[in-house]
């Protein structure tokens, strides 16, 4: 298995644009989650979902956030529309049973200019 | 709600020096806990795992125990080389409660030659 796959791995954007990361799942994980990583705050849970359903996402700082699970194989998570302070390192990881590890994926460096 | 709390860090030590990074938990239920491992540029890696009390999870010279009674599940290596500078995240799933992945806020350790 590739494990978790993310996309891009490096973005750069204007202020005010829209961002679209992507995440492929291991096959056969039902849990996925979406972490946001930065020097000042760690690694923050954004959300998570199980079985494609969002449980929680009590972790999205605001509205101009969204994360979608359409099936089993794929998520995104959507800024619009982006500011500088969304800059940090966006992780995805993906987990096969409820409380055992989560593997991550390598990470997306998203910088809003 | 879920917490975990690790030592601040940076941790600096030479090689063959003695590692200890503490961590303790809150949780509502009865958690598992897990030992991340983050090299730079790259996604966080489990190293090493335990599900219930007084177990021992171990991997790559790394030891941690679950202390129920001191919630704690403090990260140990004998000797570190300096292929173990990273930075390492302790976490907890409480399996009572939500499904979340808490993780603490990470401890960087450089082991310098």
């Known amino acids: 298995d590739a494990g978790v796959i993310q996309s891009p791995r490096h973005e750069v954007t204007e202020m005010g644009q829209e961002v679209t990361l992507r995440c492929k799942p291991i096959s056969g994980h039902n849990s996925l989650f979406w972490y946001r990583q930065t020097m000042m705050r760690g690694l923050e849970l954004l959300i998570y979902f199980n079985n494609n359903v969002p449980i929680d996402d009590s972790g999205m700082p605001e509205d101009r956030f969204s994360a979608k699970m359409p099936n089993a194989s794929f998520s995104t998570l959507k800024i619009q529309p982006s500011e500088p302070r969304d800059s940090a390192v966006y992780f995805c990881?993906?987990?096969?049973?409820?409380?055992?590890?989560?593997?991550f994926g390598q990470g997306t460096r998203l910088t809003v200019v | 709600g879920d917490s975990v709390t690790q030592m601040e860090g940076p941790v600096t030590l030479s090689e063959e020096a003695f590692l200890t990074i503490n961590c303790t938990y809150t949780a509502t239920g009865y958690p598992s806990l897990f030992w991340y491992v983050q090299y730079p540029g790259e996604g966080l890696q489990l190293l090493l795992k335990a599900t219930k009390a007084d177990d021992k999870g171990s991997n790559k010279g790394f030891e941690a125990t679950y202390r129920k009674e001191t919630t704690s599940f403090h990260l140990e290596k004998g000797s570190v080389q300096v292929s173990d500078s990273a930075v390492y995240f302790c976490?907890?799933?409480?399996?009572?409660?939500?499904?979340?992945?808490?993780f603490g806020k990470g401890t960087k350790l450089t082991v310098n030659p």
């Open positions: 976490a907890l799933s409480d399996r009572s409660g939500s499904e979340k992945l808490v």
């Open positions: 990881a993906s987990r096969g049973q409820p409380y055992t590890e989560a593997f």
